[in-house]
């Protein structure tokens, strides 16, 4: 269903993007309104880098964050579909690791709509950079819960996702599984991993700035090392 928009609304929406600018919130970002699937309105402005030396471009890529995890969702329900295994399925079938510590009976259903109870990491001095120890800790964590409660994961859903299309996949990884119809504009510059050879832009989630991610990804180390240990002060 269509919904009608004032006339005004761009004009609107182009006052409040620049707005933002003009009070110091934003260094670099972009806006694109879409209806009845076509792009109604594009707008971009400011810098990607700190230095403030690179415009903001209509092809600069950003994380999407938790978004990312309905793209995860959809590579999961593939490799399921691929290997023949229901929703309701018990993740301990094809990953018999994962069957221990009170997670024998969850299934692959409970995971994805965040009820299997594994909304954090009980080991705290992982690095969520090491995706072997997480993989492995996430394995011999006890569920936080053993009913139907719900619990968002923002930082151990992708491991889990990841880690069962491995199981389901002969090995593949969750960003390189072929997802048949992800295709066209919307969806071309989608990834769920990061390509060593390209160029990827990556905001700053301190001071809004956007710096270029150097090949052997030490920029994007740096800032997850640094957000985890503001995260473990917060605990204290």
């Known amino acids: 269903m269509s919904t009608q928009l004032s006339a005004e609304w761009p004009s609107q929406v182009r ?8 009070g110091g919130v934003e260094v670099g970002a972009a806006v694109s309104v879409w209806q009845d699937g076509v792009e109604a309105l594009s707008l971009c402005g400011g810098w990607r880098d700190a230095a403030r030396t690179q415009p903001w471009e209509p092809e600069t890529l ?9 793209l995860a969702s959809a590579c999961v329900l593939h ?6 295994v229901p929703l309701e399925a018990r993740v301990a079938e094809f ?6 510590c009170g997670k024998e009976s969850l299934t692959v259903g409970q995971v994805l709509s965040h ?8 080991d705290r001095d992982l690095s969520l950079l090491d995706h072997e120890a997480v ?27 990841d880690e069962m ?19 066209g504009p919307r969806l071309k510059e989608v990834s769920l991993a990061i390509d060593p050879s390209g160029t990827l832009y990556l905001g700053d989630w301190d001071q809004g700035a956007v710096r270029r991610l150097r090949p052997d990804g030490s920029e994007l180390r740096r800032h997850t090392e640094n957000d985890e240990r503001r995260k473990r002060e917060k605990m204290q």
Request: no cysteine.
């Open 165 to 183: 299309v491995r199981r389901l996949a002969d090995g593949t990884p969750l960003g390189a599984i072929p997802i048949p119809g992800w295709s």
């Open 95 to 100: 990953w018999p690791e994962f069957g221990q």
């Open 62 to 70: 950003v994380l999407i964050w938790s978004a990312t995890k309905g």
């Open 115 to 122: 009820r299997a109870g594994l909304s954090a990491l009980d």
């Open 79 to 84: 490799a399921l579909e691929r290997a023949g």
């Open 135 to 161: 993989a492995r800790a996430i394995e011999r964590q006890t569920p936080a819960w053993n009913d139907a409660g719900h619990g968002y994961g923002p930082r151990t859903f992708g491991y889990v996702a």
């Open 15 to 22: 006052a409040a993007f620049e707005k933002n600018f003009a």
